[in-house]
């Protein structure tokens, strides 16, 4: 799924994309259920960085600000990661 937000601002705006992907060689354990915990921090960390080496070299890598992981959940086959990436738009 997908989730599109609109920020404004004078000189240019922020677009929020949110959405998740499913990493089939990875397994939810319950400690991924706490954000504060020392092997969530590392996953998302992880997944974070992934995203954001994707996006940069892309064609949306001028546009690309940040990507955040907020959740993780057990997927079909494997752990799926709840996140949102940050562009802005001229």
Request: with cysteine.
């Amino acid at each position: 799924f997908f989730v599109l937000f609109f920020f404004s601002a004078p000189a240019f705006s922020f677009i929020c994309i949110g959405g998740s992907v499913e990493i089939p060689n990875l397994t939810y354990t319950n400690d991924l259920s706490d954000p504060k915990s020392q092997k969530f921090l590392l996953q998302a960390e992880a997944i974070q960085n992934y995203l954001a080496e994707s996006y940069e070299s892309s064609f949306l890598g001028k546009y690309y600000l940040k990507s955040v992981v907020a959740a993780f959940s057990e997927g079909e086959s494997g752990l799926r990661a709840y996140y949102w990436n940050t562009f802005w738009a001229p």
